[in-house]
C-alpha cells in the first residue's frame, strides 16, 4: 500500500448518484476524486432507458434547481419527450424522456472529465479508512491509498452483486460489470447495517425482429419539454415507441414456469421493489387480470435495441423466449440480452443524518441504490445533496437540509433517514403532502436561491431565474392592480376570445382565475406586460390557484415551526422517564434532528412529541 494523492471528497461509483455528488463538492471547489469500475460504463443506464416520469421528473427539475447536471444532458440527449398526466391538475404533471443511452453517458462523461476541481479514476475501492469514527481515505485494489475529508458512498447495486437468470446464477453488477464485494465486507467491519434488496430488468430485443404493425404507436410531444431550466430549445422529438399487451397465453406460460422462478424457488433472498414489479409477481399478485401492458422502447439512434419495458423478469432464458413470442408484434423476436434479477448489498438508511452523512462515521456519506432506494432520479437527487454537505464539511459551512414542504428531494431523505425503507424505495407524488406547492413547473423558485446561496448557480442561472421572477412579479403585479369595466367593446373581445363578457368591474386577476383562461388570451385584448411562455406559467397557475396555494402554505409554515425546534445531538433520551420505552428506543436510533423528524418516526407519539417539546423550553 502507498498514499497515490490527497483530496478533500472521494466518490465512490460514478452512477446517477455518483456524478451528482462529485460534480457538486468540485464545482463548490472541493479537490474532488470520482472513482469507476469502468470508465465506459459512468452515467450508464443498467434498466430504463428513460429520465423523469411521474415524481421523477419532479426531482429532475429540482437537481437542475439546485445546479446539477442530469437535466441539462437529458435535454441535450434524449430522443423523445412526453408529459405525464396532461389529464390531471399541475401538482402531479411530470416530464418523461426516452434516452439514447450511449449519447447520454459520453456527454455525461465529457462534463466530468472537464470539470475543474474533479479527477476522474477507473478504480475498485475494498476498503474505506476509518480513524477514531472519522473518515481519513479509502484503498483499492491496485494497493493504493487515497487520504480524504470526507467520502461519499454512491456503490449503486454493486455491493456484493449477484446476477440471476432462472438457474443462472454469478457474482456481478449490473449489464456484466464486477461485484464490489470486498467493499461491503468492509462496511460490516466498520459496523455499518446492511439489508439485501433485489431489482430486476426486462430482456432487450432486435428491433429487425418486431413487427411494429401489431403495437399502437407512441409519439412524443411538440413544443417547449425540457427538464432544465437553462434549456431553451424546443422537444427533440427523434423517435416513437410503441405499447402492445401481455394476453392468457404469456400468463399460462408464466404460471406453468411459476416453479423455476428464482423468486418462488428461494434462489432470490433480496427484497424486490414493490411498484415495479418483475412479470411473474404480477401474474401472481393480479392472478384476475387478462392482460399487461408493455412498451417497447429503443436504446438509443445508433443501435436496434428495444427495451420491454413493463416485463422485468429473471425467468431462465427459454421461459423468457417462450413468453416473448406470445405477445402481439413480438411472435419473431430475438433476445439481445436476457432480463435478469440483482441481488445486492444497501445500507440500513435510518443510519444517517438528513444530510446523508454517517451519524457514527464523521465525514461519510452514502447517496443512492446504496441507500435503499430505486432509480436514476432519486439517486442523483441524494448524490447532489450529499456532494453539497461533503463541501460543507470540509470548507465549514452551513449544510443544505431541505424540507419536505419545499422539496420532493426534502421529502425523499426525510422518508429514508426517518422512517427507513423495507423495499426499494421509489419516489412518488403522494408521499408529498405539499404537492400543490412541488410542482414541478416552479422547481427553480423553490430551490435555485439555494443554489445562488452556496455558489451552485452559475451566472448564466442566475441571470435566467433574476429575470424570470421580475417577469412573474411585474406581471402579477399588473394583474391584481389593474381594473377593467364591463363595455360592448372589451365583451365583443372577451368572447371572441372564448373567455366570456363580463357584467361587473373586476380586476385583471379575477379574469386570469377562469378555467381555459391564459396569458396569451388576455394580452391579446390588453396590453399586459411582455413575458416568457415559463414566466406567464406560473402567472396561470397561481393565480387560478391562488386559494388552495395559501391554505398548504400556511399548513406547511405551521408545521415547518416544528422542524425549526432543534434537539441538541447528545440529548439522552434513556434519561427521559416521561417518554415512553419504545419512544426512547425510537429516538435514541434515529436521533432526529428536529421535533418535525420526531414526529415522523413510528412509534413515537403525539404524546411522546409534548414531553420533548416541554423538554427543550425548560433546558433551552
Not at 430522443?79 to 391538475?89: A, D, E, S, V, Y
Not at 429487425?208 to 417547449?224: A, H, V
Not at 464539511?393 to 423495507?422: H, M, N, Q, W
Request: aromatic share 6%; with cysteine; proline share 4%.
Amino acid at each position: 500500500m502507498f498514499t497515490a494523492d490527497k483530496y478533500e471528497v472521494i466518490v465512490i461509483g460514478a452512477g446517477h448518484a455518483g456524478i451528482e455528488a462529485a460534480l457538486a463538492a468540485a464545482r463548490l471547489g472541493c479537490k474532488t476524486l470520482l472513482t469507476t469500475l469502468s470508465l465506459e460504463n459512468l452515467a450508464m443506464m443498467p434498466c430504463n432507458p428513460s429520465i423523469g416520469g411521474s415524481a421523477k421528473g419532479h426531482l429532475v427539475r429540482e437537481v437542475d434547481a439546485l445546479g446539477g447536471e442530469m437535466g441539462i444532458i437529458a435535454d441535450e440527449t434524449c430522443i423523445q419527450f412526453r408529459t405525464l398526466n396532461t389529464g390531471k391538475g399541475f401538482a402531479v404533471q411530470a416530464l418523461r424522456a426516452q434516452a439514447d443511452k450511449k449519447i447520454y453517458q459520453a456527454a455525461m462523461k465529457k462534463v466530468c472529465e472537464n470539470t475543474p476541481n474533479l479527477d476522474l479514476k477507473q478504480l475498485l475501492i475494498e476498503n474505506i479508512l476509518v480513524e477514531e469514527n472519522k473518515i481519513v481515505g479509502v484503498t483499492c485494489e491496485t494497493g493504493e491509498t487515497f487520504l480524504s475529508d470526507a467520502v461519499i458512498l454512491a456503490s449503486g447495486t454493486y455491493l456484493s452483486g449477484r446476477i440471476i437468470i432462472g438457474e443462472s446464477i454469478f457474482d456481478g453488477g449490473p449489464n456484466g460489470q464486477r461485484a464490489a464485494t470486498k467493499l461491503s465486507n468492509a462496511l460490516k467491519n466498520l459496523g455499518v447495517q446492511l439489508m439485501r434488496f433485489k431489482t430486476g430488468t426486462p430482456a432487450r430485443v432486435d428491433a429487425r425482429t418486431l413487427d411494429f404493425s401489431k403495437m399502437e404507436i407512441q409519439r412524443g410531444d411538440e413544443g417547449m419539454q425540457n427538464f432544465s431550466f437553462m434549456t431553451d430549445a424546443p422537444a427533440n422529438n427523434q423517435i416513437c415507441c410503441y405499447l402492445t399487451y401481455t394476453n392468457e397465453r404469456t400468463h399460462e406460460i408464466l404460471r406453468k414456469n411459476l416453479h423455476r422462478a428464482p423468486m418462488a424457488n428461494g434462489i432470490i433472498e433480496g427484497v424486490g421493489p414493490r411498484y415495479c414489479p418483475s412479470i411473474e409477481s404480477k401474474i401472481i399478485r393480479f392472478p384476475d387480470k387478462e392482460r399487461h401492458q408493455l412498451f417497447l422502447e429503443p436504446e438509443g439512434l445508433n443501435t436496434n435495441e428495444y427495451y420491454v419495458q413493463g416485463m422485468s423478469t429473471s425467468m431462465p432464458a427459454d421461459v423468457q423466449i417462450e413468453f416473448l413470442h406470445t405477445i402481439p408484434g413480438l411472435e419473431n423476436a430475438k433476445i439481445m440480452r436476457h432480463g435478469y434479477a440483482i441481488e445486492y448489498d444497501c445500507i440500513d438508511p435510518l443510519q444517517l443524518k438528513p444530510t446523508l452523512e454517517f451519524k457514527n462515521i464523521a465525514g461519510f456519506f452514502s447517496a443512492g441504490q446504496s441507500n435503499g432506494s430505486s432509480g436514476y432520479e432519486e439517486a442523483a437527487a441524494q448524490g447532489i445533496i450529499a456532494g453539497i454537505n461533503a463541501a460543507a464539511l470540509v470548507k465549514k459551512f452551513e449544510p443544505l437540509i431541505l424540507k419536505r414542504s419545499e422539496s420532493y428531494i426534502g421529502v425523499l431523505i426525510d422518508d429514508l433517514v426517518t422512517k427507513g425503507t423495507a423495499e426499494p424505495y421509489r419516489m412518488m407524488t403522494s408521499r408529498a403532502e405539499y404537492r400543490l406547492l412541488l410542482r414541478q413547473d416552479n422547481a427553480d423558485l423553490r430551490l435555485t436561491p439555494y443554489a445562488i446561496k452556496i455558489g451552485l448557480a452559475s451566472n448564466e442561472r442566475i441571470k435566467k431565474f433574476e429575470t424570470k421572477l421580475a417577469e412573474i412579479n411585474s406581471a402579477t403585479k399588473f394583474l391584481t392592480e389593474t381594473k377593467i369595466t364591463p363595455s360592448a367593446e372589451i365583451n365583443q373581445k372577451l368572447s371572441a376570445a372564448g373567455i366570456g363578457e363580463i357584467k361587473t368591474s373586476m380586476q385583471l386577476a379575477e379574469l386570469m382565475r377562469r378555467p381555459n383562461v391564459t396569458y396569451e388570451k388576455l394580452s391579446a385584448i390588453f396590453d399586459l406586460p411582455k413575458i416568457s411562455s415559463f414566466a406567464a406559467t406560473q402567472v396561470e397557475i397561481s393565480l387560478f390557484y391562488e386559494g388552495y396555494i395559501k391554505k398548504q402554505s400556511e399548513l406547511a409554515e405551521k408545521l415547518d415551526k416544528l422542524e425549526n425546534k432543534i434537539i441538541p445531538e447528545n440529548i439522552d433520551y434513556h434519561a427521559m422517564q416521561n417518554l415512553r420505552v419504545e419512544a426512547r428506543e425510537k429516538l435514541s436510533e434515529i436521533r432526529p434532528r428536529s421535533i418535525g423528524q420526531a414526529s415522523r418516526i413510528s412509534g413515537v407519539s403525539p404524546a411522546d412529541i409534548s414531553v420533548l417539546i416541554v423538554w427543550l423550553e425548560t433546558f433551552k
